[in-house]
């Protein structure tokens, strides 16, 4: 299905709303797929969960994360589409790994992903907008040595970083423009590398054909 009819099936109770100013869900309920990579994607990934028996655990996932649904705070969002990169991380695993599981409990701030036929987890992030690239840098540093001190020991881990979605200049920022993507692949495997840790990174929501996979 679209991302609408997913939307409508996850949150019947917003209602669509044309004005881009409009909490995040309710404005996605009226934007189509059509010539937007991350929504279409995006859409991939809830097909992929449904195909397996994890949809119900998603579903009461995404809602908890938006809390009150008349309220939409900021914070509420970035929680919602954080479970959204989750979503996109357990498609990725679906298709690349083996058949995935969420783990309900969440590990510190991480709602962590496994896989048995590989015993690996995957810990997903997504990057959060910011004005300075510096930030970025500090950010995934922090996530490394995070998962570094949640997965101790030599288990199969793997670093999921989905950048963040600039809705209507999603092309003009992270993940498309070179000279932002270039180096924080770069600083990306080399934090990674000392660390011993596998990781994939992906443009906003777009699982189906990360920037870069190291797993």
Known sequence: MDIQDWLNVIYPEVTPDLDPRAP???HIKTRTPEHNPPLFWLGCAL???SETNEMDIFIEKARKAIGDL?????ANEQACLDVFSQACA????SKNL????????????????FVPDYDATIVPK???HVRHFE????????FVNDV??????DQNKIGYLDTYLNLDWYAQDLGYRLELTEPLVSILKNFTGDQDLRFVLTRPFQWGNPVVSCY
């Open 135 to 142: 930030d970025v840098v500090s950010d995934i540093s922090d």
């Open 24 to 26: 995040f869900i309710a």
């Open 70 to 74: 008349s309220d939409f705070s900021w």
């Open 47 to 49: 097909d992929e969960i």
């Open 90 to 93: 357990f498609a990725w695993a």
């Open 148 to 153: 570094q001190q949640l997965l101790p020991g």
């Open 98 to 113: 083996s058949k995935p599981q969420f783990i309900e409990e969440s590990n510190g701030d991480y709602s962590c992903i």
């Open 126 to 128: 997504r990057i959060r």
